[in-house]
């Protein structure tokens, strides 16, 4: 099954910080298979892998599990020690309690806090917040996010369960991408608040850690790259109904992918009532099925070895041209220039890219 896709403009901010220290990045895009050419176009988008790659590659560039992107660097292993001083711990509250001392020793480190307030309209809730200003910094907004997500990820990974988000809220104003942040933290968000921040039920505090030191050592195998990359909220409907479809592509050659009433009927709603949740987060049924559809075909143009015309069959069209008239709409160009006008790296591997003629 595929995963969704990551935008232009995270790539874009993930290499600004070795770009500020004069690193050469083409070969590094090469080395995460991004054909560089990429970066100039907005629609383009890249799969979790070529990220997780990436971002492998810049921490080997800059020395610095910040990317180059923080005040000052913070050494690789730094993130890895600190698993290891929480692993201990007793319950998640304890872990967050210790990493952010943990952090707070180093000068320049991010600050970070863990508080706890009884909330008037529901449970108790618990904050996570991100108390330094990255906002001075170029594409220090990215780090704030990266920050966030990591750390609500570990959170769930250290107790083996998914911890829903009741809201995340970030220092810095909304950007143009902002409709894209509801996908990424999987429940509401709003901008321009005084710390970067998220809100969960306290009751998570007193879950117990269940990882050991064998887990441990291959989850820091992939991290923190794999946590950036590796989406595991699942809580808004919208991202309910992603998951339905996404299972159905796993299918040989789906003729097609369930329908709204269908999809009603696994959540135990009306369509009527689908229809209105996914309005209210933003989004719609049409707009999921597209990018259900959009992120499974660029992982498999990407990949380079499933013929076009299968691929338009598995992700559900039933003519190839309606494939390729969808395609050019989500990303500018057709799945065969994107697929064949890529760049070569040293060792001769054809990259996927979009063609540098739109039209």
Known sequence: MSRPTIAMHHVRAALSGAERHGIDTVPLLQSARIPPLLLADDRARVTPEQFTRLVKALHGATDDEFLGLGPVPSRRGTFAMMCHACLGCRDLGSVLERAARFYGLFPGGP???????????????????????????????????????????????LIGRRIPLRWARFAHPAPVHAPEYAVLFGCPVRFGARH??????????????????????????????????????????????????AQALRAPAP???????????????????????????????????????????????????????????????????????????????????YRLNGVMDGCGERFAGPSCDPS
């Open 255 to 337: 003729t097609r992918l369930p329908d709204v009433p269908e999809v009603a009927a696994r959540l135990a709603v009306s369509p009527a009532t689908l229809r209105r949740r996914l309005q209210a987060e933003g989004t719609s049924y049409q707009r999921l099925k597209d990018a259900v559809r959009r992120d499974a075909a660029i992982s498999s143009l990407a990949a380079g070895q499933e013929p076009i015309a299968e691929l338009a069959a598995r992700i559900g069209f039933s003519e190839h041209t309606a494939f390729h008239r969808a395609f050019r709409r989500w990303t500018g160009t057709t799945p065969g220039a």
């Open 111 to 157: 600050e970070m806090a863990l508080e706890t307030s009884a909330g008037p309209d529901g449970p108790a809730q618990a904050v996570f917040s991100l108390r330094s200003d990255l906002r001075p910094y170029d594409h220090g907004n990215f780090l704030a996010e990266c920050v966030l997500i990591i750390w609500h990820r570990l959170s769930s990974w």
């Open 196 to 245: 970067t921040a998220a809100g969960w039920d306290a009751h998570w505090l007193a879950a117990p850690v269940v990882r050991d030191e064998a887990a441990l050592a291959a989850m820091l195998r992939r991290a923190p790259a794999d946590l950036l990359s590796r989406r595991d909220y699942g809580t808004t409907v919208a991202e309910q109904v992603r998951r339905s479809l």
